[in-house]
């Protein structure tokens, strides 16, 4: 990586498939281990390609599409902390988001629908 990025984990840490496979593209294929699981394998990811891939995954991973445009239901900000019921297995994948990114928070965004009459 160059010196100007450190990196804070790797495509390896992830347990999810979908968020490994996503930060083995958006990663860097560096020798060095990793600080996070020390791996030397997985592709490195510092703290900007780690924000995007949260974009990624979980804001436009549940965009909702309606009739007249959409919305993501999920939603990240720093002013609070997580208020979404994640699954089991994605649990110790946050981790590796919420001590870098400090405080990030995912909230379900309620959306105003209009329906048509």
């Known amino acids: 990586m160059p010196p100007a990025t450190e ?48 974009y ?3 804001v436009w991973g549940s965009f909702w599409r309606t009739d007249y445009g959409g919305a993501p ?6 002013h609070q902390s997580t208020s979404i019921e994640l699954s089991p297995w994605l649990k110790s994948d946050i981790a590796l988001w919420t001590k870098p990114l400090r405080a990030i928070g995912a909230a379900i965004v309620s959306l105003r629908l209009v329906e048509r009459m």
């Open 7 to 54: 990196s804070i984990a790797c495509s390896k840490c992830f347990m999810d498939q979908g968020l490994h496979l996503d930060a083995e593209q958006l990663g860097i294929s560096d020798d060095a281990a990793c600080p996070s699981c020390g791996s030397t394998e997985g592709h490195k990811i510092d703290k900007e390609k780690l924000e995007t891939l949260a």
């Open 56 to 58: 990624r995954f979980f």
């Open 73 to 78: 239901l999920i939603q990240f900000n720093e």
